[in-house]
C-alpha cells in the first residue's frame, strides 16, 4: 500500500509501506503531521445501534442532499467495524423495509463498489483512473496544499466552515465534501490526491477507497466531466449555520456559464471552435 510523505516539505513522496509495520508507520506519519481534536462524535457499538435504530427512510430519500438532512451519520461506525453492512440489510429486512430503504441502500452500495475496485488492484489507489477533462494535464495541478487551505483562512467563508468542521469532528456531510474537494481541484487547481490525502487525515469514517474514488470523481479523472458548484447551490441546500451571505463569498458567486469560462478556458474555448 502507498502514502504520501509529508505535504509540508514541499513534494509528495510516495512511501512503501511493504516490508515495514504500516500501523507503526502510519501512526507516525498521523502525529507528524495532525494535531490530534478529540470528536464530538461518540464511538462505540451501542452508539451505532441507535444510529441504525434511529433512521428514518423516507426523510432520508427527501432530505439527504440538504447539509442538515436526515443521512444516518453511520460511516465512522461502519468504517471501525462497529457495525456492518450485514447487519444494516439485516435490519432493514426484519423490518420489512427493503422498498422504503430504497435510496439509502443505493448510497450503501456505493462503499461497496469502491471497496471492490479499491481490492482488484490496490496499486492504482493514488493513480489517476484517466485524464483531467478540464482542459489541463496533471501536470497543470499543483502537488502540494495551499496554506490558506490547510489553515481554513481561504478568500470563501463556507468553505472555511467545511475545513473548521472537518478539523473539530472529523466528519463532513457528503455534499459538504463534494464542494470542498471541487474547490480545491477545481478553484485551486490542486492534484487530486493532495486533497484526498489531507482530508483522509482528518475524516473519522476516513477510508482509501471511498475516498479516493470520490475525490476522482470531483477531479474528472474518474468521470467524464468535473464537478462544480456554486454559491446558489450552497444556499439552496446548507441551513443557517453557514455563512452564505454573498459579500463572504465572491469567488464561488457566479453563474455556472461564468465559472466554466474561469475554471475551464481550454474547454469553453474548444467548444465555441466547434460551434462555429
Ligand atoms: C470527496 C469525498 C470524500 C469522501 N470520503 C469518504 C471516506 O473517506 N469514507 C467514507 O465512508 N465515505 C466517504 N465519502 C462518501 C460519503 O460522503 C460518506 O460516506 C457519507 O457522507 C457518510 O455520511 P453518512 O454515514 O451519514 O451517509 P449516509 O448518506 O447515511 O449513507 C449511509 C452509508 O452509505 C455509505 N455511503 C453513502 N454515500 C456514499 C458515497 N458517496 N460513497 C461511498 N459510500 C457512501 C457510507 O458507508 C454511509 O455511512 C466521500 C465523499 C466525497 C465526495
Given at each position: 500500500m502507498l502514502f504520501y510523505e509529508t505535504l509540508l516539505n514541499g513534494k509528495f513522496v510516495p512511501v512503501t509501506l511493504?516490508?515495514?509495520?504500516p500501523r507503526e508507520r502510519f501512526t507516525d506519519w498521523m502525529l507528524l503531521e495532525q494535531p490530534f481534536i478529540s470528536s464530538p462524535i461518540e464511538g462505540g457499538m451501542k452508539q451505532a445501534q441507535e444510529k441504525l435504530k434511529a433512521l428514518d427512510f423516507s426523510a432520508y430519500h427527501k432530505t439527504r442532499n440538504y447539509l442538515d438532512g436526515a443521512v444516518s451519520g453511520l460511516s465512522p461506525y461502519i468504517e471501525h467495524g462497529l457495525i456492518q453492512p450485514d447487519e444494516v440489510l439485516k435490519f432493514i429486512d426484519t423490518n420489512n423495509a427493503r422498498i422504503e430503504a430504497y435510496h439509502f441502500l443505493q448510497q450503501l452500495s456505493w462503499r461497496a463498489f469502491f471497496e471492490q475496485k479499491y481490492l482488484e488492484d490496490p496499486s492504482l489507489i493514488w493513480k489517476d483512473a484517466g485524464e483531467y477533462k478540464t482542459g489541463f494535464t496533471a501536470a497543470d495541478y499543483a502537488d502540494v496544499m495551499p496554506d490558506d487551505i490547510i489553515k481554513g483562512q481561504t478568500p470563501v467563508a463556507v468553505i472555511n466552515q467545511f475545513i473548521e468542521e472537518l478539523y473539530q469532528t472529523g466528519y463532513l456531510h457528503n455534499h459538504a465534501r463534494l464542494y470542498l474537494a471541487a474547490y480545491v481541484v477545481h478553484w485551486r487547481r490542486v492534484k487530486w490526491q493532495a486533497g484526498a490525502k489531507w482530508m483522509l487525515s482528518h475524516l473519522l469514517d476516513g477510508n482509501l477507497a471511498s475516498n479516493n474514488y470520490s475525490w476522482q470523481w470531483v477531479a474528472s479523472t474518474g468521470s467524464t466531466k468535473p464537478y462544480i458548484f456554486n454559491l446558489d447551490n450552497v444556499i439552496e441546500f446548507a441551513n443557517q449555520k453557514y455563512k452564505t451571505q454573498r459579500t463572504l463569498n465572491v469567488d464561488i458567486d457566479k453563474s455556472y456559464e461564468t465559472l466554466k469560462q474561469q475554471l475551464f478556458p481550454q474547454i469553453v474555448e474548444s467548444q465555441n471552435e466547434k460551434g462555429h
Open positions: 511493504e516490508g515495514k509495520n
